[in-house]
């Protein structure tokens, strides 16, 4: 009864914040940061228009059921209020090849309008949206999701009953059936048969994402592009195998279909983030070789699953060979599987995942609010998500609260300089932050630019204190937001919130 009260004190006074901010600035909201999706690289960095350094925190959204579009699902306003209450000020959306594409070269452009209201309506409640291109097990015709029929090619000889005839769930189809990882190799040759239109499957794949883009590009909160959800590698690269064949997949064939698919982005959108996976082996621990596009204004997004940790040290190794690209990681968390764990033991995982990312310094998106998916394609995947069915009601035992509360996290969303570290200790209420008061490539920054700490009631729900050198504190007592402005001559400033 405590966490429920406390989840509706929290929408509740993200609701009151909404109103005042809109009142006050139409185009802002008070606990909010993304007004300006325009975000761009800057080192491992993403950086607003000023130059701050925008730290993202937010939830995926993905509907595997056909239509696949997220209002289908029940996906509405009232969980735009909950995730901005939360504090969060990102949604991964994820779009489906399949729903884009039903025939080749045909575009379903309702289904595109529909998806583009949830996005207009993220970004009015103050929540930007990464667009992901989502796939699980190639598609439907491998019981996954993702591409259409027509663009699963086969070698109908070596696998005259078609792909994954067993229908295994995700992941074991793409880890064990070998027709799997035939569909993969005709995608990374860039097949083309009759169902395709005898167009390339990559060409199909690359025109498909620039139709898209060129629909989508004058909505509202789109921060980025994310070009393919886990690809994976096929025959070319095979779990178990991880040796050189991956390096060579790597800066190959996958190195050859981010080029051409970022070129053709870039064709209609010359400045949004354009964000590259690794190889799904990547979330398993390995390491990865991938040569980046040559395109501007590129990053990597990576998922932290199974031994956060040590993905993180490959993420960061990754970063310091390619100092260009922009850090993402934009799945972590769904801890749940064969082994469910208790909901008590969900939420202590989440604290410590949040802690691991903040050591990192990394902008990260939590797998996932709701996970709406067909039972034969991965049962139970409902149970990853914040909410388990949008079409009942936002409340226990449908909403898991512990969740909620354990993700609701202080962090900073824009920093009016470069961050040198910062962390929150949950069980002393103290959230500290240290960083440089100049931008990623050492220039000074106007002192009149706001750094922006998320600070959610749930965490302060006493108030707080706060301990600032180098700046000096601009919002009111207790706000959820605490904004700063830096010193004319501070080089360095700190800031300690001490909850009471």
């Known amino acids: 009864m405590v966490n429920k009260f406390r989840?509706?004190?929290?929408?509740?006074?993200?609701?009151?914040?909404?109103?005042?901010?809109?009142?006050?600035?139409?185009?802002?909201?008070?606990?909010?940061?993304?007004?300006?999706?325009?975000?761009?690289?800057?080192?491992?960095?993403?950086?607003?228009?000023?130059?701050?350094?925008v730290i993202l925190r937010g939830v995926?959204?993905?509907?595997?059921?056909?239509?696949?579009?997220?209002?289908?699902?029940?996906?509405?306003?009232?969980?735009?209020?909950?995730?901005?209450?939360?504090?969060?000020?990102?949604?991964?959306?994820?779009?489906?090849?399949?729903?884009?594409?039903?025939y080749p070269g045909k575009y379903d452009d309702a289904y595109l309008a529909d998806m583009a209201k949830t996005i207009a309506m993220l970004h009015a409640q103050g929540i930007n949206t990464l667009l992901d291109m989502h796939q699980d097990q190639y598609g439907?015709?491998?019981?996954?999701?993702?591409?259409?029929?027509?663009a699963t090619v086969i070698d109908g000889k070596q696998f005259p009953n078609g792909c994954n005839p067993n229908k295994l769930p995700f992941p074991k189809g793409e880890l064990t059936d070998p027709s799997v990882s035939n569909v993969w190799d005709s995608f990374w040759s860039n097949k083309s048969s009759t169902s395709t239109g005898l167009i390339g499957l990559q060409d199909r794949y690359t025109s498909m994402w620039a139709y898209v883009t060129k629909r989508l590009q004058g909505v509202p909160g789109i921060i980025g592009y994310e070009i393919m959800n886990e690809p994976y590698p096929g025959t070319l690269c095979k779990a178990g195998e991880l040796g050189e064949e991956c390096?060579?997949?790597?800066?190959?064939?996958?190195?050859?279909?981010?080029?051409?698919?970022?070129?053709?982005?870039?064709?209609?959108?010359?400045?949004?983030?354009?964000?590259?996976?690794?190889?799904?082996f990547f979330d398993f621990g390995t390491a990865t070789q991938i040569t980046p596009p040559s395109q501007s204004n590129i990053g990597f997004s990576f998922h932290p699953y199974l031994t956060m940790k040590h993905v993180l040290i490959n993420a960061l190794d990754y970063s310091a060979k390619n100092p260009s690209l922009a850090m993402f990681a934009t799945e972590w968390g769904a801890f749940t599987g064969t082994k469910p764990l208790s909901e008590e033991a969900v939420a202590i995982e989440i604290v410590a995942g949040s802690s691991n990312l903040d050591k990192a310094k990394m902008s990260a998106?939590?797998?996932?609010?709701?996970?709406?998916?067909?039972?034969?394609?991965?049962?139970?995947?409902?149970?990853?998500?914040?909410?388990?069915?949008?079409?009942?009601?936002?409340?226990?035992?449908?909403?898991?609260?512990?969740?909620?509360?354990?993700?609701?996290?202080?962090?900073?969303?824009?920093?009016?300089?470069?961050?040198?570290?910062?962390?929150?200790?949950?069980?002393?209420?103290?959230?500290?932050?240290?960083?440089?008061?100049?931008?990623?490539?050492?220039?000074?920054?106007?002192?009149?630019?706001?750094?922006?700490?998320?600070?959610?009631?749930e965490r302060f729900s006493r108030g707080y204190e706060v301990f600032v050198e180098g700046a000096r504190v601009s919002s009111p007592p207790n706000s959820p937001k605490l904004i700063m402005l830096n010193l004319r001559d501070a080089k360095t400033v700190s800031v300690e919130v001490q909850g009471l």
């Open 365 to 457: 998106i939590y797998w996932a609010y709701s996970n709406p998916a067909p039972t034969t394609f991965l049962p139970d995947a409902y149970k990853q998500g914040l909410i388990w069915d949008l079409k009942k009601p936002r409340m226990m035992p449908n909403l898991m609260v512990d969740r909620v509360n354990a993700l609701t996290w202080p962090y900073p969303q824009a920093i009016a300089g470069t961050p040198i570290d910062w962390s929150f200790d949950p069980v002393r209420k103290l959230f500290k932050l240290t960083y440089q008061a100049t931008n990623p490539v050492g220039v000074s920054l106007d002192n009149e630019l706001q750094t922006e700490i998320a600070l959610p009631v």
């Open 60 to 102: 995926n959204m993905i509907n595997k059921n056909s239509p696949y579009t997220l209002s289908s699902a029940g996906f509405r306003e009232e969980d735009a209020k909950l995730i901005q209450a939360a504090g969060m000020n990102v949604v991964r959306v994820g779009l489906i090849w399949e729903a884009i594409e039903p």
């Open 140 to 150: 439907k015709a491998c019981n996954g999701v993702g591409a259409p029929v027509w």
């Open 247 to 280: 390096t060579s997949f790597d800066k190959n064939s996958y190195a050859k279909f981010i080029q051409k698919v970022s070129s053709g982005i870039r064709s209609v959108d010359s400045k949004k983030l354009i964000y590259f996976e690794p190889s799904v």
């Open 7 to 53: 989840i509706l004190l929290l929408i509740l006074l993200g609701q009151i914040f909404c109103c005042v901010a809109m009142a006050q600035t139409p185009k802002s909201n008070s606990s909010s940061l993304v007004v300006d999706s325009n975000l761009s690289a800057a080192g491992r960095w993403m950086v607003d228009a000023n130059g701050r350094v």
